[in-house]
């Protein structure tokens, strides 16, 4: 059962321009939601992350949106950067679960 | 403060034999989750522990695989007698919080590769 799903496998962007990328949640119950960025061969790295009580949150060149009525949450990353190709995964907890649900992830390309 | 380190990085094990991985969570960190990424997919969570305590094992099949984190020491991930299928990169997360509340930190994960 794929409570978290991210539908579009890959994404290809031009150096500069805006990166979005998407994430569906079918769980109401999630409250806590998280971006993590990935390398080949590494672990994920913790990006950013919103509460269900915000719809908006920002960091630098990150920002995340939360729509909660459409159970849809977003990255955008501008501008986006050579060193931003890797896989991105969204993630969502609730508050009593102690543990994260990832979604398959994306794998974003930015090209010259 | 060291990050969550893992190892061994990279494990081979014949069919039939025992992989036991380490991890030891960021300092000051209680919470110790471990999740398996097989290939072309997302993490699965496996299980969450706290210090000598198993929260949570739901995503932990239910033969061969064992999971601990004791009062001294790094967390195991212990799998018995391994299958071609128990292939995949295991990642260890620790955090201070549970993970409902909180961001996670990730180890460099170890890759098992059982021939």
């Known amino acids: 059962d794929q409570q978290v799903k991210q539908n579009s496998p890959s994404l290809s962007v031009q150096e500069g321009r805006i990166s979005i990328l998407n994430c569906d949640y079918t769980?109401?119950?999630?409250?806590?939601f998280l971006w993590y960025k990935k390398y080949p061969a590494e672990g994920p790295t913790f990006l950013i992350s919103?509460?269900?009580?915000?719809d908006k949150n920002e960091d630098g060149r990150f920002t995340v949106f939360l729509n909660k009525s459409a159970k849809h949450l977003s990255l955008h990353i501008v501008p986006s950067q050579p060193g931003d190709s890797a896989v991105y995964f969204c993630?969502?907890?609730?508050?009593?679960?102690?543990?994260?649900?990832f979604g398959a992830g994306t794998q974003v390309v930015v090209t010259p | 403060n060291a990050g969550v380190m893992q190892n061994p990085r990279h494990l081979v094990r014949r069919r039939g034999q025992e992989a036991r991985l380490r991890c030891s969570p960021m300092k000051g960190h209680s919470h110790v989750y471990w999740y398996r990424q097989l290939p072309e997919e997302g993490l699965k969570f496996m299980v969450y522990?706290?210090?000598?305590?198993?929260?949570?094992e739901s995503g932990m099949p239910k033969e061969r695989f064992s999971a601990e984190f004791p009062k001294e020491g790094p967390s195991i991930l212990r799998i018995q007698q391994v299958v071609r299928g128990d292939s995949a990169a295991y990642f260890c997360?620790?955090?201070?919080?549970?993970?409902?509340?909180?961001?996670?930190?990730f180890g460099q994960g170890t890759r098992l590769t059982v021939v």
């Open positions: 997360a620790s955090s201070p919080l549970p993970q409902g509340k909180t961001e996670a930190f």
């Open positions: 919103i509460s269900s009580i915000k």
């Open positions: 522990l706290q210090k000598e305590n198993i929260i949570d």
């Open positions: 769980n109401s119950m999630f409250d806590y």
């Open positions: 993630a969502a907890a609730t508050d009593s679960w102690g543990k994260f649900q």
